[in-house]
């Protein structure tokens, strides 16, 4: 196959990390007999500060171009620190989101048994976990109308809703959850919002074409709860903007790290592949940065085209990495490996899916995960 990949490293840590990812892709290329070509394209704060846009009219015309997107992270303390600032490096990804209506954010959240004592969560609890957040990702609060009163003293963000907004990534997840445990939870704050209640209004019509498919409603600070106390009790959540964006952060402290979990961005026409962490300023340069969230997220780029096989050899050459503890110090407190060396490591390992034992049982959630 044949694939033309926009590579977009961004800030911090964003570039490192994606340096491994790609050179796994590579591997892949290699073992595979593909032929992937890598374009790199400049976004958030290394955009703002060459061209005065953290999304310039190249990259919208490099990532229209390719046939999908690496991301890597945004942000800079040079612009977080400034609260007088009209524009900030996270608006680029939200204006690329927006640009190329990638509507649907889906984040695979499943442990590690390798890592499972990294969790700060009782084994007992955490054991078997696996579950995906859908989440509307090009509207709600993140892209309503923005005021601040002339005196600085009354600001106001509008979250608005349409019903199609709702139906298309709804449909997404009910088909998910069909093809997994046949569980969807809806998770929203409806005694309180009036766009919640549009949500659960829109979500039950649509539940109604996947009869399978058992909906659950749940308000947001509920569903914070039961995903520290019982997180094997969801398959599919959805969500709308924020509480999404809310939850996946959440998920990070399940597996111990915030450099594990990966995510896909998708719409009709474009889809986007990038891990759920931030930019980490304090790291960028230092060769610690875990690029796992990124590496994964490599391999869900394999998985939307169908490369089911080359994703497998990913995942398995991580989870290799895990069983060797050739792992970065986030994950079990070791300094004897970096960023580097553990793309190094895994990419290496990059084989036959035939040539690797244990496959099963570790990858097929994360596979399910990401069916679009």
């Known amino acids: 196959m044949k694939l033309n990949i ?41 955009a703002m500060d060459q061209t005065g846009n953290p999304l310039p009219d190249a990259t919208i015309e490099l990532c229209k171009s390719s046939d999908a997107i690496l991301f890597g992270a945004i942000g800079t303390p040079k612009y977080d620190n400034d609260p007088n600032a009209k524009i900030r490096p996270e608006d680029g990804l939200l204006y ?32 078997g976990t696996d579950l995906v957040i859908y989440r509307e990702l090009t509207s709600g609060i993140y892209f309503g109308e923005k005021s601040l009163s002339a005196d600085g003293t009354v600001a106001t963000d509008l979250c608005r809703y349409t019903e199609e907004e709702i139906s298309r990534v709804a449909h997404m997840a009910f088909k998910a959850a069909k093809k997994r445990k046949g569980k969807l939870t809806l998770v929203d704050k409806a005694h309180v919002l009036e766009t919640s209640r549009l949500w659960r209004r829109v979500v039950a019509e649509v539940a109604e074409s996947y009869p399978e498919v058992e909906l659950t409603n749940m308000y947001i600070d509920n569903a914070a709860i039961l995903m520290t106390l019982k997180p094997t009790s969801f398959d599919v959540i959805l969500a709308d903007n924020m509480f999404g964006d809310i939850l996946s952060a959440q998920c990070n402290v399940l597996i111990g790290s915030s450099g594990l979990l990966p995510s896909a961005s998708v719409g009709t026409n474009y889809a ?75 990419s290496k390992n990059i084989v036959d899916v035939d040539d690797n034992l244990n496959i099963n049982d570790e990858n097929i959630g994360l596979g399910q995960s990401t069916i679009i």
């Not at 889906?106 to 054991?127: C, E, H, Q």
């Open 6 to 46: 926009a590579v977009l490293g961004g800030d911090g840590i964003g570039p490192e990390v994606l340096a491994q990812a790609v050179k796994c892709l590579l591997a892949v290329e290699e073992n595979f007999g593909h032929q992937f070509t890598f374009t790199e394209g400049l976004i958030g704060a290394a």
């Open 96 to 127: 690329l989101r927006k640009e190329l209506d990638l509507f649907t954010n889906i984040r695979p959240v499943k442990v590690f048994p390798a890592l499972i004592n990294n969790s700060p969560i009782k084994r007992s609890v955490i054991t």
């Open 272 to 346: 986007m592949f990038e891990p759920i962490h931030g930019s980490y300023p304090q790291a960028k340069g230092k060769d610690i940065a875990n690029p796992i969230a990124a590496i994964l997220s490599a391999a869900l780029l394999l998985n939307h085209f169908g490369l089911k096989e080359e994703f497998n050899a990913v995942v398995a050459a991580v989870h290799k990495s895990f069983r060797k503890k050739i792992v970065t110090m986030d994950i079990m407190g070791s300094t004897k490996y970096g960023t580097s060396s553990v793309g190094d490591f895994i």
